[in-house]
C-alpha cells in the first residue's frame, strides 16, 4: 500500500536551505549554450549536404551526439542542486518531549472476540499495540476503549510498563454496556488531546455503524490530528461477525484517513510508526534543524562519474584517490573460526598474552592511522556528526568541540549527567532549556524547576523574537515538571498515618536526586514518635520502591471495571 504521508510531509516542507546557490543555473545554462552553439559551429553540415554529412560522418549521431557536454550538464546541475540543500525533514530531536503523541482507540465490542486471526482479534489487538509502543521508543500513547460507552483506560504516558499491563486487561467483560458506538470516545479524544501538537489516533476496530461515521467525519474535518485505522479480521476466513472492510473504506475516504489491515508480520507497525512520525514532522514547529538531503545525490553523480573512464572522457583521478584511500583505510572485520579458536585456547598463556597484544597493537595502528586520515579532511565537530549518524553516540562527544553539540551527543547515550554539565558550560538560553531536561532524566526535580523558572524570568527581562518557540517549550516543560512534583507530593501526603514502609525509610544523602518538596508525618505512638514517608524515599531506594509495587494489583481488570462502572454513573447523574 502506497504510503501518503511521505508525500503530505514532501509537499509541506520541501524547500532549499541555501536556495541562493540555485542561482549557479544562470551562469551554467549560458556556458552550456555557448558551448553548444560552438560544438554546432564545427560541424561541416553548413558546408557539406545532409546526405553526404551523414555518409561522410564518422562518430555517433542521434542522442549519443556530444553526450559528454550533456552528462557534464545533468552532473553540474545535480552538484548545484545537492549544494543548495534539498530538505524535507528535520532531524530527530533527542528528547522524548517532541516525540509524537498518538492516542489508541479500541473496539471492545463482542466481534472482537472472533477467532478468524488467531487466537482472536483481541489479543491480536493487545499484541499490535504492545508491538506499536515498543516501536515508537519513548513517544507518549494513551489508550481509550468503547463498546457501548466509552472510557479513558490510560492517559497520555510515556512509561511502557504502566501502559502494558492495562492492554492486557482489555476485555468486553470491563465495558459497563455492550455495543458498538466509536462516536462515544470523541469527547474523549478532544480533552486528552487538547494541548497536542501533531498527534495521531489509531482507530483499531473490525467495523464502523454509519452513525459513527458521520461524526467522525464531522470531527476531523476541523481537527488538526491524524487519523489511522487498523482494520482487525481476515475476509478470507469464516467468522460469524466478518471484518467489514466497507464501512472502514467509507470511514477513512470520508476523514482523509489511512486504513491498514493487520498483518502476520510487523509490517502495519512498521508502517503506523511512519506514519506517526511524519505527521509529526508536519505539524511540528521543533527547533531541530533541517537535515540536509543533498547528500543523497551524490550517488547518482558519482554513477555518472564513471563514465568519465572511458576514452577520450576526463578522469577525475582526485575523486577515485579520495575514495579508494578511505577504503583502504577502513580496517577489515577479523573472523575467527572455530579451528583458530581450539588452537587459541591450547596455546601457552605466554603466547596468549603475546598474540593478544600483537592484535591490540595493530588495532591501535589502523585506528590511529584511520583517526589521522580523517583529521586531514573533517573537522572535530565534523567527525562528531559522523559518529552521531552512525548512533555512535560517547565517540561523537569525544570529537565535538561545541559544548552544546556534546551534550547533545551525551543525552543520545543516556549520559544526562555529563550532558548537563556539556549545556551549562555555555549558558545560552536553549542549552539551558535542554540542561533542565536532563536535570529531570536525572530525576532532579526541584532543581529542574528552579533552572527553568529563572530561565523564564531572564528572557521575560530581555524578550526577543527569535525566543517565543522557546519560551513556548520552556512553559511546557516547566508545567509538565510541575505536575510530577505535585503527583509526587500528593502521593506523600497520603501516605500520611500509614505504616507501611516504615522499616524501610532512610535519611537521603547529598547526592541523591530531590524529586519533591515533601511531607512530614507524624506516625501512631505505638510505632514510631516521628516519621518522614515520601515520593524521595520511594524513588531513591529500589527495594522500597519494588515493595511498593508489588502492593499494586497485578490485574488491573477489575480495576477498569468497577472504573468504568462509576464513570458511567456519574455521567448518568449529571444528565439527569
Known amino acids: 500500500m502506497f504510503d501518503y504521508s511521505f508525500v503530505s510531509l514532501l509537499s509541506a516542507n520541501f524547500h532549499f536551505i541555501r536556495p541562493m546557490l540555485l542561482l549557479l543555473i544562470l551562469p551554467l545554462a549560458l556556458i552550456i549554450a555557448v558551448r553548444w ?10 558546408v557539406l549536404p545532409e546526405h553526404l554529412h551523414k555518409a561522410l560522418t564518422v562518430g555517433e549521431l542521434g542522442w549519443r551526439k556530444r553526450l559528454p557536454l550533456k552528462l557534464l550538464t545533468v552532473l553540474l546541475l545535480l552538484a548545484i542542486v545537492s549544494s543548495a540543500g534539498p530538505t524535507w525533514t528535520r532531524y530527530d530531536s533527542p528528547f522524548n518531549e517532541d516525540k509524537a503523541a498518538l492516542l489508541v482507540v479500541v473496539d471492545l465490542s463482542q466481534s472482537m472476540l472472533e477467532k478468524d486471526v488467531a487466537p482472536n482479534r483481541l489479543i491480536r489487538t493487545q ?3 504492545i508491538d506499536l509502543i515498543e516501536q ?8 481509550i476503549a468503547y463498546a457501548g460507552s466509552a472510557h479513558v483506560v490510560m492517559p497520555l504516558t510515556a512509561d511502557k510498563q504502566v501502559f502494558t499491563p492495562f492492554v492486557s486487561a482489555l476485555s468486553p467483560e470491563i465495558m459497563p454496556i455492550e455495543g458498538k458506538q466509536a462516536q462515544q470516545a470523541l469527547p474523549l479524544i478532544d480533552t486528552l488531546l487538547s494541548e497536542q501538537k501533531g498527534a495521531s489516533i489509531l482507530l483499531i476496530t473490525d467495523g464502523m455503524v454509519p452513525t459513527a461515521i458521520n461524526a467522525y467525519q464531522d470531527y476531523f474535518s476541523n481537527s488538526p490530528h491524524q487519523l489511522l485505522i487498523l482494520g482487525v479480521g481476515d475476509t478470507q476466513r469464516e467468522a460469524t461477525l466478518p471484518l467489514d472492510v466497507r464501512s472502514l473504506q467509507e470511514l477513512a475516504n470520508k476523514t482523509d484517513a489511512s486504513l491498514r489491515l493487520i498483518s502476520v508480520d510487523d509490517q502495519d507497525v512498521q508502517a503506523l510508526a511512519k506514519q506517526i512520525a511524519r505527521h509529526m514532522e508536519i505539524a511540528s514547529d521543533s527547533m531541530m534543524p533541517w537535515q540536509d538531503m543533498g547528500y543523497y545525490l551524490l550517488f547518482p553523480m ?9 576514452k577520450g572522457w576526463l578522469v577525475n583521478w582526485s575523486v577515485v584517490l579520495v575514495i579508494a584511500g578511505n577504503s583502504l583505510l577502513m580496517p577489515t572485520p577479523v573472523h575467527a573460526s572455530e579451528g583458530a579458536l581450539l588452537q587459541q585456547q591450547t596455546m601457552p598463556v605466554e603466547v596468549q598474552q603475546r598474540e593478544q597484544k600483537n592484535a591490540t597493537l595493530t588495532t591501535t ?6 583517526q589521522a586520515w580523517f583529521d586531514l579532511w573533517l573537522t572535530p565537530d565534523q567527525q562528531g556528526d559522523r559518529a552521531l549518524h552512525k548512533k555512535q553516540y560517547l565517540q561523537a562527544a569525544q570529537h565535538y568541540q561545541d559544548p552544546f553539540l556534546k551534550g547533545i551527543a551525551y543525552y543520545y547515550a543516556a549520559q544526562f549527567k555529563a550532558a548537563q554539565i556539556s549545556f551549562m558550560q555555555q549558558p545560552t538560553p536553549q ?24 530561565l523564564g524570568k531572564q528572557m521575560d527581562q530581555a524578550p526577543r523574537e527569535s525566543d517565543v518557540l522557546l519560551r513556548a517549550d520552556v512553559s511546557n516543560n516547566l508545567a509538565a515538571i510541575q505536575k510530577i512534583i505535585d503527583d509526587i507530593n500528593r502521593y506523600s501526603e497520603s501516605q500520611k498515618g500509614t505504616t507501611d514502609g516504615l522499616e524501610e525509610s532512610f ?11 515533601g511531607f ?17 524515599e520511594i524513588l531513591g531506594s529500589e527495594e522500597l520502591a519494588n515493595k511498593w509495587l508489588n502492593r499494586v494489583e497485578a490485574d488491573p481488570t477489575r480495576f477498569l471495571q468497577a472504573k468504568f462502572y462509576l464513570q458511567l454513573q456519574s455521567q448518568f447523574s449529571e444528565d439527569q
Open 302 to 310: 558519482s554513477l555518472l562519474l564513471l563514465l568519465w573512464f572511458r
Open 507 to 517: 535519611e537521603l544523602d547529598k547526592e541523591d536526586p530531590i524529586t519533591s518538596d
Open 136 to 143: 515508537r521508543d519513548g513517544g507518549r500513547t494513551g489508550l
Open 365 to 370: 595502528i589502523w585506528q590511529t592511522t584511520q
Open 520 to 536: 512530614e508525618e507524624i506516625a501512631p505512638q505505638e510505632v514510631l514518635h516521628k516519621e518522614t514517608l515520601n515520593a524521595r
Open 127 to 129: 499484541h499490535k499495540i
Open 37 to 46: 552553439q560552438r560544438s554546432n559551429g564545427e560541424q561541416s553540415e553548413q
Open 431 to 454: 542549552s539551558l532549556l535542554y540542561a533542565g531536561n536532563a536535570l529531570a532524566r536525572q530525576r532532579e526535580y526541584i532543581a529542574a524547576r528552579n533552572l527553568l523558572v529563572d
